[in-house]
């Protein structure tokens, strides 16, 4: 646990309370994007054996009709947006195609 030592410098806030609220808030989203780098590491992984096991049997590294599904399931959670979100996080486990 990191000491917080925002100041309204820092933070953009007027008030040194707001710039209190403003460096706990960013602690926490600090730690949230450590945890959600961790997960997508481990995403990464996973995807990897998935992959190896496919190519390794004779096919190919890319199955698009998957990938539709895993769009379809960041789109209909967080709207357009995570269609962008998944399609970044795809090429992160299986490279550009
Ligand atoms: C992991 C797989 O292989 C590839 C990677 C995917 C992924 O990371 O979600 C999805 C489809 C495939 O292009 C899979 O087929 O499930």
Known sequence: M??????????GARTAEAATLIGDARERIDALDDRIIGLIQ????????IQESRISSGGRRVNLAREMEVLGH???ALGKP??????????LCRGRI
């Open 74 to 76: 960041y789109r209909d």
């Open 42 to 49: 481990e995403r990464m992984a996973v995807s990897a054996v």
């Open 2 to 11: 990191t000491t917080n030592t925002a100041t309204p410098e820092k933070t």
């Open 82 to 91: 995570g269609t962008s979100l998944a399609m970044t996080m795809l090429e």
